[in-house]
């Protein structure tokens, strides 16, 4: 959990655009003056290689305590990760699809 934050995760779904869903963890403080701020900033992390959203979290939680100690004058106005739709809770939401989609295939490894 990052420090200060509150956090919200949400299932993306563009079915039938796309036969996956994703998931998503908004982080954000709702008491910040930054909420509706136009010149806050809106950090997005990207699912890793084999990792799951939540890996981003210490150094999320790092960063914000590094901006905090310099006294620098970033505004966020909330914090997004995202996992791949075939690892981490993505996958566990997706595992049926996964298993129906891949399990003949050998070219594709994944794991839930």
């Known amino acids: 959990m ?3 934050f509150s956090s919200q995760s ?3 779904d563009s079915r039938p655009s796309y036969n996956l869903v994703s998931v998503v963890k908004k982080f954000w403080k709702p008491d910040s003056s ?4 136009p010149d806050a900033l809106t ?3 990207s ?3 084999s990792f799951h959203k939540e890996q981003w979290e210490p150094l999320i939680d790092d960063l914000l305590k590094r901006i905090e100690k310099g006294g ?15 690892h981490g809770e993505a ?11 891949y399990r003949n295939k050998d ?3 994944f794991s839930v």
């Open 91 to 101: 996958a566990v939401v997706n595992e049926e699809a996964l298993f129906n989609g």
């Open 47 to 49: 699912h890793g290689t």
């Open 10 to 12: 949400y299932v993306f």
């Open 72 to 86: 620098q004058k970033v505004k966020i106005r909330e914090i997004w990760t995202i996992d791949c739709p075939n």
């Open 107 to 109: 070219t594709c490894r």
């Open 43 to 45: 950090l997005i992390f």
């Open 2 to 4: 990052i420090s200060g």
């Open 34 to 37: 930054n909420s509706h701020d």
